[in-house]
């Protein structure tokens, strides 16, 4: 089935909830350990003992469409029958000449149809569009499947975040990593 994208304006969606959602039997752990002369990085995918499920209400600060720290945010979106079911934000980051991923959602019902790829496509054209050298996002060690579909449309891990939620996430198995997508034309 194909549906529309369309433009969210920040005047009717600021404050959104995006109720990411997901439930992982994997994930990949960071180990880093200090040498004499510097560090080693471990990332490997192992297996949780017991599924961990992680929602919005667990978080102080759920996720939201057009956040007042994003400032250049810009979101499109899938609706069906007058609800969300998919979105995408974007944010420049100027001083870089990078676009961030700030958001990225496909309701569960929705997913692996397609949904995903086609709002990466658009971000991937924003880029192209606007000469970005890259485009940035990040997510948990523990959400697998947001990984594995990432690095499915070309993005490549390029760093890491070991207290960036809590000051134990090495051993929560929550670390934030940061992919990046670069365009054709790496010197734009």
Known sequence: ?????????????????????????????VLVHKM?????????????????THTPEEYDFPDKLYEDHWEHAYAWGVIVENELVAAIETDQEIWSNRLRITELWVSEKYQKQGLGH?????????????????????TQSC???A????????FSL???DTCCYKNNDLQRKEVRLEFGWFPEERNV
């Open 1 to 29: 089935m194909e549906y529309e994208i369309i433009h969210l304006p920040k005047e009717n969606w600021k404050g959104t909830i995006i109720p990411i959602r997901y439930t992982t039997n994997q994930y990949y752990d």
């Open 36 to 52: 004499e002369k510097g560090f080693t990085v471990e990332i490997e995918k192992k297996d949780f003992a017991e599924p961990v």
């Open 118 to 138: 086609t709002l990466i496509e658009v971000a991937k054209e924003q880029a192209r569009r606007e000469r970005r050298r890259a485009i940035m996002l990040e």
């Open 143 to 145: 959400n697998v499947n």
């Open 147 to 154: 990984i594995d579909f990432y690095m499915h449309e070309g």
């Open 158 to 160: 390029i760093g890491m």
